[in-house]
């Protein structure tokens, strides 16, 4: 697990020009966003986890990984549907892991080819796969290739983080969450990676 090399100089400077940023890093200062896992491996716990709870989806994938231990796309790519449905996968899930698959073996997704390329472009790419939307798209840019500067706008939680640290509980748009994070950039994940913290004691992993 690794902490981003930018990590106490995004603190310093986010403290330095919003309070409540301030309040957040000086509260949560032993902790800090930390990357796990391969791409592929990430991406595919990511659709094992659509829809279903935290609990259930660690159960559910500690199936997969019993039954391919070596978790890459040829695998899954060559697994049997019949397999993967002994699991707990849906047929859907199915499918979208086998997608990724493809996308890996086939449409050249890989963190090589993703070096220098901007985070647009990237969700572009993941936005292609079955299963994928922009919101996974952007977690998988926060957590797993630590880009510093994500903003997930259909984030949940950082909607009712925003709210409660900024709006005095009203409710937030989304040209607000811009409007409010103009001074968080270039480090608007971890910005974010704080009010995600501040709704929920344990350190947001992905």
Same mark, same amino acid.
């Given at each position: ?7 106490? @100089? ?6 330095? *020009? ?7 890093? @000086? ?7 930390v990357?796990?896992? *391969? ?10 986890? @659509? ?16 039954v ?18 002994t *699991?707990?996968l ?23 080819? %993703? ?41 949940i939680?950082? @909607? ?26 270039? %480090? ?7 009010? %995600? ?9 992905y």
């Open positions: 697990m690794m902490t981003p090399a930018y990590w106490k @100089q995004a603190n310093r400077e986010l403290a330095a *020009c919003d309070k409540v940023m301030s309040h957040l890093i @000086q509260r949560y200062e032993d902790a800090s966003l990357s796990r896992d *391969c791409a592929f491996t990430t991406l595919a716990r990511s659709i094992v986890g @659509q829809q279903i709870s935290v609990k259930a989806a660690e159960s559910v994938w500690q199936k997969v990984i019993g391919i231990p070596d978790m890459a796309p040829h695998t899954i790519a060559a697994a049997g549907r019949d397999l993967l449905r *699991c707990g849906s047929a859907r899930k199915i499918s979208y892991l086998q997608d990724l698959s493809r996308h890996f073996i086939e449409e050249g997704l890989n963190e090589i080819n %993703w070096i220098g390329v901007d985070d647009e472009t990237i969700i572009k790419q993941l936005t292609k796969v079955k299963g994928i939307g922009r919101w996974t798209a952007e977690m998988f840019l926060i957590f797993h290739l630590q880009r510093p500067d994500v903003l997930p706008l259909d984030d939680g950082l @909607q009712r983080a925003i709210s409660q640290h900024y709006l005095d509980k009203q409710p937030v748009s989304k040209i607000t969450m811009l409007e409010l994070a103009k001074p968080w950039q270039p %480090w608007r994940s971890v910005a974010t990676w704080y009010l %995600w913290r501040s709704l929920d004691p344990l350190p947001v992993a």
